[in-house]
């Protein structure tokens, strides 16, 4: 049995000294005084009430060395991992810069995967703030980086979310090209909505619930707005077990179902429900930590649709001593809890990888 982690992030040497050239989001806050370094990623993470030394996260090479990466897989019993840049990827760049950054980020992923001895696998980064035809132009070389099994997309698309018509050149590249989105969260929800004591709870409500929300409300304008009518072989992979998708699309599809405007529209006419695109075109991480949330995945889609993931080198055990990461323990067990047979529970924890991410 293969386990393959297919949610597994890295920010390249080249990357992390380009945060550390930084001073505004994203960037590393290094202290020159302290050993202090600073991942400051998330719009919240930047907070001028706090000092420094609590803003962010602490950052350490388990974020670029991979050596780390390939120790934890070895603790944690990973066979192969497919590795991505995680957020903020390229969209903070001027648009004359995301070309040049996406072929140097995307070599780089291609080069660590081609050393590891077929354990590494990589996600390509578009540069989505470059002019649409830079962006084809990276999604058609991708084809040349033979580690490269699909393209880490945040949910802004170009600027204007994942409804915006102009993408449809990007969709249709990705089709065409067989390269499959790897959808993940970044921005959250505005931060009204976490209220004004929002800073005594560390990163909880962004992280558990801007992140999902901001997947689920990404994919349902994709639903709406029809990407799935124009590029019916466009297949996406949903970070954190799709958000909320799974536990809300039953009363998705009824709002669609039982909306005037929409009617009124035609866009009710002859269009792919949202069951149709869960069953058909979405494919589900297993990085939710609970039997609870991964059985309401697997019901929206099928067991042969979702995919085991750790979200390395995020969560962390707050123990430096423990070698063993709870985050990652807890879904293991959430699949063994979730799972008739042991058929389905290989199929979770690797097979299905193998088989949609064309891996060897
Ligand atoms: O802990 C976090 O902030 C994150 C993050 O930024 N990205 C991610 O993939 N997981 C956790």
Redesign the pocket.
Known sequence: MSVVDIHT?VYPPSYISLLRSRTTVPYIYSSPSSPIHRLI??PSDDDASLPPSLRG?PVGPEYWDISHKLRFMDIHGIDKSVISL??PWLDFLSPREGAKWAREINNEVNEIAEKSQGRLYGFATLPLSAPVEDIVAEIERLKTLSYIRGVVMGTTGLGKGMDDETLDLVFAALERESQLIFL?P?YGLPSSVYGPRATEYG?VLP?ALG?PLETTVAVTRMLLSGVWDRFKRLNVLL?HSGGTLPFLAGRIESCVRHDSFLKKTGKIENRRDVWDVLKNNVYLDAVIYSHVGLKAAIGASTSDRIMFGT?HP??PPLEESETAWPSVNTNYTAIKNSLENSEDETAVLGMNAMRVLNLT
Request: charged share 15%; proline share 0%; aromatic share 20%.
């Open positions: 992030h990623i998330l996260r995680a957020n993940h970044h990163h992280l992140f970070a979200d995020f969560f």
